[in-house]
């Protein structure tokens, strides 16, 4: 009780209300003895008209005037004082509003972050997960899923998602495409049936594209090096990706992207790139000995010292196509090519190893 009573004084005295009080007590302690004195002088004058008592008169009248305009005067200063002081008041309130405000958002960030780091740790246990292909599966959605809900995440968990991709093209070391070499210029290569990705993989890459097409950025997937001979990869998206030193050969790409991609030195020895688009790609020094390029789109690819040795591009658009020779062409099996402006080599070059008569 005594306590309370304390905290009300510290408040009132804390908002200058107290001030209030001044007023007040000066009108008490000389205000009301004047208006006495006045009455009094007051009622000599009426009873006796004198000089000296009409004197007395004036000096009451102009003592309880002097009195009224200071006490006025306090009262105007006190309430000055009190809006000052109940001002900030009310701003040092408001600040620790803010501060409250901004304490409760940062906790609000840190267990939403706190939230995400333990789902991307789950989702990585996930993937992990070496015996069942439905853990893995949910690990690739649950990454998806967090890449919504944290944007700031989101290139991360594309690093994740092509590192586990590298991660399964490695264990594949001993299904690699096989080559034979013949006593020719060319090299004849023996294919395979192409092995199908893993619906985890797909899926990775699926997810994996969602991402970055959303989530728009210079920086590119990292797959150098990776080894994907003898898969069917129909259709998969590799757009911008680093895919120096990848090897592709015996693969089927039908239709897949490679646009802006970085394909130096790549290896697509007798893969099937039927309609696949490699706009703007790096292929210097690629390898397409043997590969079926047929409709392939090339438009603006830098093609300097690529193979293309026994390479059958019926239909390929080569417009605009970087750093091409006659020499590199003059072995390949053209019909209906277009050819980038400068290279003196007939569209139809070859076309009868085709089975086609020009």
């Known amino acids: 009780m005594q306590r309370t009573r304390i905290e009300r004084i510290k408040k009132t005295v804390k908002s200058g209300w107290f001030l209030i009080f001044i007023p007040v007590g000066i009108t008490l302690l000389f205000l009301v003895p004047a208006v006495i004195r006045l009455n009094k ?8 008209p004198t000089e000296e008592n ?16 200071g006490i006025g ?33 940062r906790n609000v960030e840190i267990a939403n972050a706190k939230q995400v780091t333990e789902r991307f740790s789950k989702a990585i246990d996930q993937l992990g997960n070496e015996d069942q292909i439905q853990v893995r599966l949910g690990g690739v959605y ?39 070499v013949k006593a020719t210029d060319n090299q004849t290569l023996k294919k395979q049936e192409p092995i199908r990705l893993p619906t985890d993989i797909q899926t990775a890459f699926t997810v994996m594209d969602r991402i970055y097409k959303e989530r728009t950025s210079d920086r590119r997937i990292d797959l150098q090096g990776i080894d994907f001979s ?15 030193d990848a090897k592709f050969c015996g693969a089927d790409l039908n239709v897949a992207q490679f646009n802006r ?50 390479a059958q591009l019926q239909g390929a658009d080569l417009e ?39």
């Open 41 to 48: 002088d007051t009622a000599q004058v009426h009873k006796d």
């Open 54 to 69: 009409k004197r007395e008169f004036d000096v009451s009248l102009e003592r309880v005037k002097a009195i009224t305009s």
């Open 73 to 105: 005067t306090l009262a105007t200063i006190a309430g000055g004082i009190v809006l000052y002081l109940n001002f900030r008041v009310a701003n040092r309130n408001a600040a620790i509003a803010n501060k409250n405000s901004r304490i409760a958002n």
């Open 142 to 180: 649950s990454l998806e899923r967090i890449a919504k809900d944290s944007p700031e995440d989101c290139w991360t968990i594309v690093e994740v998602l092509s590192s586990f991709i590298r991660e399964y093209a490695a264990k594949r070391k001993d299904e690699r495409f096989s080559l034979e």
């Open 230 to 244: 003898n898969t069917d990869l129909v259709g998969v998206n590799f757009t911008g990706a680093n895919l120096i």
């Open 261 to 310: 991609a970085l394909l130096i030195k790549a290896d697509f020895r007798a893969a099937n790139v039927e309609i696949a688009f490699f706009k703007d790609a790096d292929l210097t020094g690629a390898d397409f000995r043997s590969a079926i390029m047929d409709g392939a789109q090339l438009q603006g690819a830098d093609l300097e010292g690529a193979q293309l040795q026994g």
């Open 320 to 358: 605009n196509a970087k750093c091409l020779t006659k020499e590199q062409l003059s072995q390949s099996k053209l019909y209906k090519t277009k050819l980038p402006a400068g290279i003196d080599i007939n569209p139809n070059h070859n076309c009868e190893d085709l089975g086609i008569t020009p």
